[in-house]
């Protein structure tokens, strides 16, 4: 198994996993907060075109999740998962029955490999998070939460590869120019992980088949690479360089998980 990000921040994210079994590939775009053309590109970049997709999961209901789901998913006949919470929060619209709805511990069976929903504590509706497997080989693909339940620590637990949210620098959200109201919110519960959490996070779920690690939703104003790779790092014993991070604008490579 290996996954991509296309972009990762508050300006869009979309990730693609892939597995394969046999000749059989299949591709999930976790997240479609791109414009349609922006997603075609970046799939381009990365020998891929949206034919290629076999299904789209949404996380939650905010717009740079969202993004041009509905157009996709409408143009290509690709099947669309996400929570009933999701679906209500983006206007409950026409999929013409392409609509799946996803549920915490819930599989979704992709053929090659399956992706497994579970919940997480964020200010949306109903937001989901996934760990895919294809039995041999887990990946964690968690973004947008403001802390770790037991729950979500169960569903990182054994994965081989992580993408995990290291959204600020809780020094530099304290002194930045955001309203008050807001780094509150960002920094809340219910927000988004700071480099600090982030890191306990990777502590707490560390091992040693634990491959890849990529630090995702940097936010532009509040933190930097640099910060996010030593924290995670320094988490588990790694130098920084060992620690990828997801670009807004690019994202990552191909990161393998075996």
Request: with cysteine; hydrophobic share 40%.
């Amino acid at each position: 198994m290996r996954f991509k990000s296309l972009g990762s921040g508050s300006s869009g994210n979309a990730t693609i996993v892939e597995g394969r079994s046999g000749t059989q590939v299949r591709r999930l775009l976790i997240d479609c907060g791109l414009g349609p053309r922006q997603l075609a590109t970046r799939l381009g970049e990365s020998g891929l075109a949206i034919e290629d997709i076999d299904a789209i999961f949404i996380t939650h209901e905010h717009s740079d999740h969202v993004g041009c789901m509905q157009k996709i998913a409408l143009r290509h006949r690709i099947p669309a998962w996400m929570s009933h919470g999701t679906y209500s929060a983006i206007g409950a619209p026409d999929l013409d029955g392409l609509l799946h709805v996803a549920a915490d511990g819930q599989a979704i069976d992709l053929g090659a490999f399956e992706a497994r929903a579970f919940t997480v504590p964020h200010d949306a509706r109903e937001p989901l998070h996934l760990r895919c497997s294809d039995g041999a080989t887990h990946v964690g693909l968690l973004t947008d939460l403001g802390h770790a339940t037991e729950h979500v620590l169960s569903h990182l637990r054994g994965c081989h590869a992580l993408l995990l949210e290291t959204n600020h620098d809780r020094e530099m959200l304290s002194v930045s120019s955001y309203p008050a109201f807001l780094k509150r919110r960002i920094g809340g519960a219910y927000g988004h992980l700071g480099n600090h959490v982030s890191a306990e996070i990777l502590r707490a779920v560390h091992h040693g088949g634990l491959k890849r690690v990529a630090a995702a939703h940097l936010s532009l104003q509040n933190n930097r690479p640099d910060l996010a790779r030593a924290a995670l790092a320094q988490a588990i014993g790694w130098a920084p360089e060992q620690i990828d991070v997801a670009d807004p604008r690019s994202g990552t490579g191909w990161i393998a998980a075996d």
